[in-house]
């Protein structure tokens, strides 16, 4: 069986579209970030990692509903060793990010915490539909902390600077903003699903088997657009976005995905052993490893970035080779 020409058409139509969203995403988030006042890493760690998350949440509550809560897990776990591993790894690679120290002191150590919160939880072999339902609520709780801390520093720079250099308000900044930030969001939701297509109807072409397809491509497929947006934040220098979107992105996944998923499911979401001893461990890991790198310097350099990259490949080798006996 050949390569057909319409699955490259797929993939590099895929590519370019994804590309473009990204562009658009962050061009969006700079503009809702100086129309409200609320900060690059404020808009990073809620609008762009909440929006390229929201098609992971709707797979995995769908899955619990649904009777299949180890997708719905394997989705979150995969999803979140991805973002640190490989795409903190990549964009650092590309180019190294200054690290805020307030993002070490209180978004990155939330994350770890949340990480161990969910690998006790997991250890118990099972998270409840209440300690599902308790997930989410701390991250309502963690998004109004960050919008009032937000709000009360941009109104102590205001204070300091006088009120004529106020920032003006504009609706049509905002709009503007918003719709290019939802366009963006669109293009990488879409340009991702025809990426992956392409991809897995080339590999199934050149005889790889679904096993190594789903955890290679689809798996892949389901950080792109993580991916994209960090990639092209870091590269235009807006770092708080790119580093914002990885970590706030692993809370909705933890807090909001896998808590939903957990209070949708019935009974709850079952934990297997091998998920706890391997992924989750890998997960909490992964989370841990950010805050002797982003100590180091206060940046992310091209060396760690490729540190994990290469963790990534490795983790991802271990498990095919373990999954295929």
Aim: net charge positive; proline share 4%; glycine share 12%.
């Amino acid at each position: 069986m050949s390569i057909q020409p319409l699955d490259v058409l797929l993939f590099i139509g895929g590519l370019v579209v994804l590309m473009a969203g990204a562009e658009a995403l962050v061009r969006g988030a700079v503009k809702l970030a100086s129309a409200t006042g609320m900060g690059q890493l404020t808009i990073g760690l809620t609008v762009v990692a909440f929006g390229t998350s929201a098609p992971e949440a709707a797979v995995s509550i769908r899955a619990a509903i649904t009777g299949n809560p180890g997708i719905a897990l394997g989705n979150v776990v995969g999803s979140n060793i991805a973002n640190v591993l490989l795409i903190l790894g990549v964009a650092a690679i590309i180019c190294p990010i200054p690290i805020r120290a307030t993002l070490i002191k209180r978004d990155t150590a939330f994350m770890v915490a949340v990480s161990l919160v969910v690998l006790g939880l997991a250890a118990l072999g099972r998270v409840t539909r209440w300690e599902g339902l308790l997930l989410f609520l701390a991250l309502c709780a963690y998004t109004a902390v960050l919008v009032v801390r937000s709000r009360k520093q941009e109104m102590l720079a205001c204070d300091s600077s006088g009120p004529d250099n106020r920032p003006a308000r504009s609706t049509a900044k905002i709009v503007s903003g918003s719709a290019l930030s939802l366009g963006g969001l669109a293009g990488l939701v879409l340009g991702a699903h025809f990426m992956v297509t392409g991809a897995v109807a080339m590999a199934s072409a050149l005889g790889m088997s679904e096993l190594v397809v789903g955890l290679t491509m689809v798996a892949l497929g389901t950080s792109l657009p993580e991916l994209a947006a960090s990639v092209a934040a870091s590269v235009k220098g807006h770092s708080e976005i790119a580093v914002g979107n990885v970590v706030g992105s692993n809370l909705f996944n933890l807090l909001m995905v896998l808590g939903l998923s957990a209070a949708a499911a019935p009974g709850g979401m079952p934990v297997s052993p091998d998920a706890l001893h391997t992924d989750l461990t890998v997960m909490a890991a992964s989370a841990f490893i950010c805050l002797p790198f982003f100590l180091t310097g206060m940046r992310l350099s091209r060396g760690e970035g490729a540190f994990l990259l290469l963790s990534y490949v490795f983790y991802v080798s271990v498990r095919i080779l373990a999954a295929a006996g």
